[in-house]
T-cell receptor
Framework: GAVVSQHPSWVICKSGTSVKIECRSLDFQATTMFWYRQFPKQSLMLMATSNEGSKATYEQGVEKDKFLINHASLTLSTLTVTSAHPEDSSFYIC?????????????FGPGTRLTVL | DQQVKQNSPSLSVQEGRISILNCDYTNSMFDYFLWYKKYPAEGPTFLISISSIKDKNEDGRFTVFLNKSAKHLSLHIVPSQPGDSAVYFCAARARNNNDMRFGAGTRLTVKP
């Protein structure tokens, strides 16, 4: 199946700093990418949906000024956690939809573990 | 608002037996359902799916059943293998919608 990569796989940062996470579709073009967050023992929660070349659509309760999403190309989306705080520590996962497939094809990256000290 | 619910956080099954994972949903607009398998520190991987026009879909050892009237679906794994041990997420998508809603997951442990 299609491959989605994320970088970095884990990051530790100090409170107040910003962290950028990259999500790439390696062998297909993704018109739509999704960002999820997973807290321990909880479900994957959709944070935002981004379409290439347009602004991301954020879910209710997700601060768009804190979680900046850029989807500048068909193979790359970035999530920047600005002024990170310990409560932002979580597992962030992206997924991408293959534009050549049907609506149901969505592939996940391996995730990024963020720890804010 | 938890639109997709997996009420059993964990399930333990003996190797060779059947594993049944359950999922309930509340949104009647959901028309496509998926099961994902997730290992620790990895992203979910797609396992099997079912459209709302069907009530059963089978793929090898994995079968998904959908009961629309009860807004319930289940994943059957038979025979269960130790390598099936993982967290299983149920997900649902509404028609004409991009995103999926996930359940909280069920941790399956298959004992040798």
């Amino acid at each position: 199946g299609a491959v989605v990569s994320q970088h970095p796989s884990w990051v530790i940062c100090k409170s107040g700093t910003s962290v950028k996470i990259e999500c790439r579709s390696l062998d297909f073009q993704a018109t739509t990418m999704f960002w999820y967050r997973q807290f321990p023992k909880q479900s994957l929660m959709l944070m935002a949906t981004s379409n290439e070349g347009s602004k991301a659509t954020y879910e209710q309760g997700v601060e768009k000024d804190k979680f900046l999403i850029n989807h500048a190309s068909l193979t790359l989306s970035t999530l920047t956690v600005t002024s990170a705080h310990p409560e932002d520590s979580s597992f962030y996962i992206c997924s991408a939809r293959d534009r050549t497939s049907g609506l149901n094809e969505q592939f996940f990256g391996p995730g990024t573990r963020l720890t804010v000290l | 608002d938890q639109q997709v619910k997996q009420n059993s956080p964990s399930l333990s099954v003996q190797e060779g037996r059947i594993s049944i994972l359950n999922c309930d949903y509340t949104n009647s607009m959901f028309d496509y359902f998926l099961w994902y398998k997730k290992y620790p520190a990895e992203g979910p991987t797609f396992l099997i799916s079912i459209s709302s026009i069907k009530d059963k879909n089978e793929d090898g050892r994995f079968t998904v059943f959908l009961n629309k009237s009860a807004k319930h679906l289940s994943l059957h794994i038979v025979p269960s293998q130790p390598g099936d041990s993982a967290v299983y997420f149920c997900a649902a998508r509404a028609r004409n919608n991009n995103d999926m809603r996930f359940g909280a997951g069920t941790r399956l442990t298959v004992k040798p």
